[in-house]
């Protein structure tokens, strides 16, 4: 493939699915990387102290959709050589340990995939309309 | 004017909905915005100071800022967002 073929590609999905880590991973493979940057946000077993039965996220779609776009162009330009980014995000009810995120970057090299990656995540949480519900067993703490 | 207003979380459990249209005139402050909600759906007003409203999906903080309104704008409650 010639790179001019290899165009940097945005892979954004918002679904009530469960998440493939191997699905997720596969999108940003290029000849041209070496590097395969990946972040899995899972549901824990607690919050504030209080045991959790899962999680339940909601989100305002096509907000949500448009700000991940956004990162992704603030990822390209601050690490020009990012090929392919790809962010798939469950909604609904998500079981414990289950992925929540997956976050996936590819580069030449290893060190802008690793730096998009966390940027893309803390930026996410800090920009995206989604929300997480937890359901939580009542006064019950940790056993 | 009519535009959609969107409830989200919390936000829509204080409502009891998830959207409405509203009748608003074309420029109208965020404050003046929020208490027009508050006066609908008086739960609201606990969480007053948490939110944000995103109009035409941006992020507009609660205060003087007028908004230039057209028919049939969404303008949504973001509640403190925690997804990831």
């Known amino acids: 493939m010639d790179e001019s073929e290899d165009v940097p590609k945005d892979f954004i999905k918002l679904k009530s699915e469960k998440l493939s880590v191997d699905e997720v991973s596969e999108l940003v493979i290029s000849p041209y990387c070496g590097a395969v940057s990946l972040f899995i946000g899972t549901t824990r077993n607690n919050f504030e102290g209080k045991k959790v039965i899962h999680l339940e996220y909601e989100a305002y779609t096509s907000m949500a959709e448009t700000e991940i776009k956004k990162i992704c162009r603030d990822v390209r330009q601050k690490w020009p050589s990012v090929k392919h980014i790809a962010v798939h995000h469950r909604l609904g009810v998500v079981p414990i340990t289950e992925a929540s995120v997956i976050i996936a970057v590819s580069s030449p090299h290893r060190t802008e995939s690793l730096e998009a990656v966390m940027y893309c995540i803390n930026t996410l949480k800090a920009s995206v309309p989604i929300w997480k519900k937890t359901s939580q067993e009542l006064g019950e703490g940790l056993s | ?84």
């Open chain 2, 1 to 84: 004017m009519r535009v959609s207003v969107l409830y989200f979380a919390r936000s829509a459990e204080l409502a009891g909905l998830r959207c409405e249209t509203l009748s608003v005139p074309r420029q109208i402050t965020a404050l003046q915005l929020w208490e027009e909600k508050v006066r609908l759906h008086p739960r609201l007003a606990v969480i007053r100071d948490q939110v944000v409203f995103a109009v035409r999906q941006e992020y507009v903080l609660l205060g003087d800022q007028v908004l230039v309104l057209q028919p049939g704008d969404e303008v949504a409650i973001i509640p403190p967002i925690s997804g990831g």
